[in-house]
């Protein structure tokens, strides 16, 4: 039987490799995902996982019996590409550039990543070794077909990334040269005060990150909804519609013609059973 084009579109979550990274690819088929977002290594370690031919091999197998597609990695959260200090910068760029290797060599299409964060700089300064960290990954990027996306994040301490302007002027400075793009958490720009509570809201979110970035940069949802206040900086998840945001924001982004086609991955609290619901709840507002 065909599937209705509700149940086509990509929505996932970030699910275990637990014992092998095909696992996750089976735990995301169980919950009713089309897609998932995983960790192709231990992200607190900056030591990463190895991945060998056979490794490869049954991971690319599993994506073709699971029929999922358009999996996203999530880089490690110790990297930091805008780091003034010489030697974790030289450990980021190491552990980024190790990260885009296990995603090619797995056929992984998105890396997310966190732009970075300015611990003793500027948020300009921050901005521009990021760019210039970035650059240093041509050559590798082309070796082969994950795109890097920049992660909308919430503001927190020291991040950069939580205004628009941030990520365009990422994009403006490497596109062409690496393949980029943004991937937007829902609870994050909530937090950074894009507001998302109501359907004017929403659309007056995605008609000025399209004025500032633009909509053809954008590729992938964290769909999230947050736990703490509107502009509050701070990145707490809740699950959909249990937050401050609220449930309109998600009906909005599953039926949005720019939008809903776009991948969309959970990363709320609870895990699996809760995932379940939730996958198809985007599904039943995309009807």
Same mark, same amino acid.
């Given at each position: 039987m065909s599937k209705t084009p509700a149940e086509q579109l990509l929505i996932g979550a970030h699910t275990s490799t637990a014992g092998g990274v095909e696992n996750a690819l089976l735990e995301a088929a169980e919950i009713g995902a089309t897609t998932c977002q995983i960790f192709t290594s231990n992200q607190k370690q900056w030591k990463g996982r190895v991945i060998t031919d056979e490794i490869?091999?049954?991971?690319?197998?599993?994506?073709?019996?699971?029929?999922?597609?358009?999996?996203?990695?999530?880089?490690?959260?110790?990297?930091?590409?805008?780091?003034?200090?010489?030697?974790?910068?030289?450990?980021s760029h190491g552990a980024f550039a190790k990260e885009i290797e296990r995603c090619h060599a797995l056929g992984i299409t998105y890396l997310n990543f966190h732009p970075g964060a300015a611990t003793g700089s500027s948020v300009d300064e921050c901005l521009d070794q990021i760019v210039k960290s970035l650059l240093q990954f041509e050559k590798l990027c082309s070796q082969g077909?994950?795109?890097?996306?920049?992660?909308?994040?919430?503001?927190?301490?020291?991040?950069?990334?939580?205004?628009?302007?941030?990520?365009?002027?990422?994009?403006?400075?490497?596109?062409?040269?690496?393949?980029?793009?943004? +991937?937007?958490?829902? +609870?994050?720009?909530?937090?950074?005060?894009?507001?998302?509570r109501t359907k004017k809201a929403c659309d007056a979110t995605f008609i000025e990150f399209d004025e500032v970035v633009g909509l053809e940069h954008l590729y992938a949802f964290h769909m999230n909804d947050s736990m703490k206040p509107f502009a509050s900086k701070r990145d707490r998840h809740a699950h959909l519609g249990e937050g401050e945001i609220g449930i309109e924001a998600f009906r909005f982004l599953m039926t949005h013609p720019k939008l809903r086609e776009l991948p969309k991955y959970l990363e709320t609290p609870k895990g699996l059973p809760k995932w379940t619901e939730e996958i198809a709840l985007l599904r039943k507002f995309a009807l």
């Amino acid at each position: 039987m065909s599937k209705t084009p509700a149940e086509q579109l990509l929505i996932g979550a970030h699910t275990s490799t637990a014992g092998g990274v095909e696992n996750a690819l089976l735990e995301a088929a169980e919950i009713g995902a089309t897609t998932c977002q995983i960790f192709t290594s231990n992200q607190k370690q900056w030591k990463g996982r190895v991945i060998t031919d056979e490794i490869a091999e049954l991971f690319e197998a599993t994506l073709e019996d699971t029929g999922l597609s358009k999996i996203m990695s999530h880089a490690s959260y110790l990297i930091n590409l805008g780091s003034p200090k010489e030697e974790l910068l030289e450990k980021s760029h190491g552990a980024f550039a190790k990260e885009i290797e296990r995603c090619h060599a797995l056929g992984i299409t998105y890396l997310n990543f966190h732009p970075g964060a300015a611990t003793g700089s500027s948020v300009d300064e921050c901005l521009d070794q990021i760019v210039k960290s970035l650059l240093q990954f041509e050559k590798l990027c082309s070796q082969g077909k994950t795109r890097l996306l920049l992660e909308a994040t919430a503001g927190q301490g020291s991040s950069v990334g939580h205004e628009f302007e941030h990520l365009a002027y990422i994009i403006e400075e490497t596109k062409g040269t690496i393949p980029i793009g943004v +991937c937007i958490d829902t +609870c994050h720009i909530f937090a950074a005060g894009y507001d998302l509570r109501t359907k004017k809201a929403c659309d007056a979110t995605f008609i000025e990150f399209d004025e500032v970035v633009g909509l053809e940069h954008l590729y992938a949802f964290h769909m999230n909804d947050s736990m703490k206040p509107f502009a509050s900086k701070r990145d707490r998840h809740a699950h959909l519609g249990e937050g401050e945001i609220g449930i309109e924001a998600f009906r909005f982004l599953m039926t949005h013609p720019k939008l809903r086609e776009l991948p969309k991955y959970l990363e709320t609290p609870k895990g699996l059973p809760k995932w379940t619901e939730e996958i198809a709840l985007l599904r039943k507002f995309a009807l």
